[in-house]
């Protein structure tokens, strides 16, 4: 999947222009992409155009200009977009209450290394992306890529082209264990990232 590039960013006054079509799309696009794994936990399914919509957001809400500025962003942003044979999400501990948020990402000291996706069967390890792990806590956001592999993709591109394509996002921390199955809208969004 290619990176966002500066020539598909729009300058301020013409983002304002088309922002409110580009949310509803984007909100509609990550709907697709978006799934509860626990009830403290959800994750979010990367590709080029939501990267491209928090590049989007970033500028506009920073007010950015300049060239090194919006390339920063967009090294940074670009992080997430998915090499060939992976997927990449964000996953989010959603806990609202700052002493209970704060006491459980205590509890789930390490929570970056117990992220995969079951993908027809097969572990797939989360990739830790995020920038620093705390030795005592985990962080609220994290940035987890999914290495498929070639044949592993072909064969989930093949099975959901036969309605049978079964992906779990799985949390196997001591303190916090779950198997969630994906929707079948998540999924198909998926497998048009990987086709």
């Known amino acids: 999947m290619r990176p966002v590039v500066a020539s598909e960013l729009l300058d ?3 983002y304002e222009a088309v922002r409110d ?5 984007m909100v509609r696009d990550k709907r697709a992409r978006r799934v509860r794994v626990s009830d403290e936990t959800s994750a ?3 590709n ?5 919509f928090q590049v989007q957001e970033m500028v506009r ?3 950015i200009t300049a060239d090194a500025a919006i390339a920063h962003e967009l090294e940074t942003y670009n992080e997430l977009v998915p090499a060939p044979f992976e997927l990449s999400a964000t996953m989010f501990v959603e806990i609202v209450d700052k002493e209970p ?6 509890e789930l000291a390490g929570l970056e290394g117990h992220i995969a996706l079951d993908v027809l069967g097969t572990r797939v390890r989360g990739r830790n992306e995020s920038r620093g792990v705390l030795p005592d806590r985990t962080t609220a956001v994290h940035y987890v890529k999914f290495p498929l592999g070639e044949a592993l993709a072909a064969r989930l ?3 959901a082209r036969q309605g049978a394509a079964e992906v779990a996002f799985v949390l196997d921390h001591p303190r916090l264990s779950v198997s969630t199955p994906l929707p079948a809208a998540v999924v198909q969004s998926l497998v048009g990232d990987l086709a």
């Open 12 to 14: 301020l006054g013409a």
């Open 21 to 25: 079509r580009f949310v509803d799309r």
């Open 44 to 46: 979010v399914f990367e």
């Open 48 to 52: 080029h155009d939501t990267v491209l």
């Open 61 to 63: 809400a920073e007010r």
């Open 101 to 106: 948020r704060d006491r459980r990402l205590v």
């Open 157 to 159: 591109v093949a099975a």
